[in-house]
């Protein structure tokens, strides 16, 4: 028997063919891939060493990644190798070598390389601009620029910046620009001796007695990097005196101050040091904003939802704008920033927690889910690239912004990775223009705080030249008494370049003590605009980060 032919199908049919195929494809799960890197620079072909990560995540700056430009890295990591003795050395030293290497871009070829012995955990690295650094040995700061005197025999000679005698360092905070350095030092004070043991036991302390806390001693000093690779000229610019560590949100022409306003409404004032008050835009927040300078005329705030979890984020300028507002989702810890104000540009660094912890304390790898990094365009908000870094970092320096905000660079998966971001629209670049002329007028004024408020700043005059241009002088400096900051999961840095050199405590590091939690802002409606005071940022850097970082285990 035949087999019939089989009919023609139908144009109808056809197209239902081809719908419950495209169906069946749109319902197969895929897998979102994130944004691919231009550029991967293997660790491994550079002698990298892999760090620890209990001290990676307790704060112990371990991995630094800088731009000398935008075609040249910096790259620095602790090596595993034997630690020359040294005379006199100090007890409570924890000695290590730290290997660094200036990299060609796009090539990753080793242009130059050098070590450092080091004698504790903090932060010892900090981006000057136009290819300087700054380097902390101890108590001693130097300037280099590995770049511009690649042609000579030591790339990394060093040049004498600042040398503390008689004062330990405790923070180091850079300004956007990197125009503005302030020094925070405390008293030097010996290691305590450990307590005599008897022959059945430790014996008790005899006259207890309460020892005074160390006053903190803020130096301010006005810099500028050329590009010749020359020695850093720097202007001494004032002093004052505090209760404790933490950022302050500063530049070379004044200072941020939060006014609280009542009902959970706050707003800010710049203060110039020439004695000008900016009134500027208001900002709603359940706890004290912190803010933090991300151009000269231009800078964030971190505002709480709720309580005083910080999940606000905003931007303002100095024309009196608030430019945008958004949320920061998840708990976390550790934010840190890098800036690119010549591309109107910033990158934010945070440490993404499984459940929410408290800023200060030690975290295991099981507590943490991630560290993401975002680079956000100033005068809109828009986020233009989100990565990821590994191994995860909690001093944050395993990221940098290209000086020209075109490129970021990130370890991730044993590399260095570079991503490409989008080149700057019409509309940007007259963003960045109207940003540099509305930047306040540059002056030599000296850095001084004015204004009576709880707290309050007493305002002394500052001497106009530094009597002692190689040291951190302990003379005495006008008192600024620092005001109570939330202590939350969600802390904000202080600048990314702050460490504590002093690397004595095993946890992670504070910029300023827990404080009690601050006022809610429901004051009377008919209260008058508070004065200004200088607002001390909450602990945990950090970005611009403290220089507070822990004594880890000795390795």
């Known amino acids: ?52 990560p209990e001290f990676l995540l307790n704060g112990s700056s371990m991995l630094t990644l800088h731009y000398v430009d935008d075609k040249h890295l910096l790259l620095t990591y602790v090596v595993h190798r034997l630690i020359p003795r040294l005379a006199n050395e100090p007890a409570d030293d924890q000695d ?50 590995p ?25 180091l905070i850079l300004s956007p620009d990197a125009d503005l350095l302030i020094v925070e030092s405390v008293k030097r004070t010996p290691p305590a001796q450990k307590p005599k043991t008897d022959l059945f036991g430790p014996s008790a302390p005899s006259n207890p007695q309460l020892i005074e806390r160390n006053r903190v001693q803020i130096n301010f000093y006005r810099i500028h990097a050329g590009d ?73 705030a971190f505002g709480c939802k709720n309580g005083n979890t910080r999940a606000l984020l905003g ?71 989100r990565v990821d870094c590994s191994p995860i970092e909690r001093a944050s320096q395993n990221f940098a912004l290209s000086p020209n905000g075109m490129a970021l660079a990130v370890v991730h998966a044993d590399a260095i990775e570079i991503y490409n971001l989008p080149p700057l629209s019409t509309k940007d670049e007259a963003a960045v223009k109207l940003a540099q002329t509305s930047a306040p007028p540059e002056t030599d004024t000296p850095v001084h705080f004015s204004g009576r408020a709880a707290p309050s700043i007493e305002a002394e005059s500052v001497p106009p030249s530094d009597p002692q241009p190689d040291s951190i002088a302990p003379s005495p400096a006008p008192t600024v008494n620092s005001p109570s900051t939330p202590t939350d999961s969600s802390q904000i840095p202080v600048q990314p370049a702050t460490q504590n050199p002093d690397a004595s405590k095993p946890p992670p590091p504070a910029a300023t003590p827990a404080p009690a939690d601050p006022p809610s802002g429901d004051a009377a409606p008919e209260q008058h605009r508070a004065p200004p005071t200088l607002y001390t940022l909450p602990d945990d850097k950090h970005p611009g980060s403290s220089t507070a970082n822990p004594k880890d285990p000795q390795q």
């Open 1 to 52: 028997m035949p087999v019939p032919d089989a009919p023609n199908p139908t144009p109808h049919r056809l197209l239902r063919s081809i719908f419950a195929f495209l169906f069946i494809v749109a319902a197969i799960p895929t897998v979102a891939k994130g944004p691919e890197p231009s550029l991967r620079i293997p660790l491994e072909d550079l002698g990298f060493q892999p760090l620890s």
């Open 96 to 145: 290590r070598v730290v290997e660094a290497l200036l990299l060609d871009l796009p090539s990753g070829n080793t242009l130059a390389r050098t070590t450092w012995h080091l004698h504790d955990h903090s932060q010892y690295l900090w981006s000057l601009g136009h290819g300087h650094f700054l380097l902390r040995i101890r108590d001693t700061l130097t300037s280099f620029a």
């Open 147 to 171: 770049l511009a005197n690649l042609s000579t025999p030591e790339p990394f000679s060093q040049q004498p910046f600042i040398v503390s005698a008689e004062r330990r360092l405790a923070a």
């Open 228 to 300: 010749d690779g020359g020695p850093v000229q720097r202007t001494y610019a004032g002093v004052v005196e505090s209760s404790s560590t933490g950022d302050i949100p500063a530049s070379t022409a004044g200072y941020l101050a939060v006014v609280d306003q009542g009902r959970q409404h706050w707003a800010f004032d710049f203060h110039s040091y020439a004695g000008k008050t900016d009134e500027l835009a208001a900002f709603d927040s359940t706890c004290s904003p912190a803010p933090l300078f991300v151009t000269h005329s231009e800078f964030i």
């Open 315 to 385: 931007g303002f300028n100095m024309r009196g704008e608030q430019m945008w507002q958004q949320g920061l989702f998840g708990d976390f810890i550790a934010p840190a920033l890098a800036y690119a104000p010549a591309g109107g540009r910033f990158a934010l660094s945070r440490i993404m927690l499984r459940n929410s912890a408290v800023a200060d304390q030690p975290i295991s790898s099981d507590e943490v889910s991630g560290q993401t990094v975002v680079v956000y365009q100033i005068d809109s908000g828009k986020q233009l690239l």
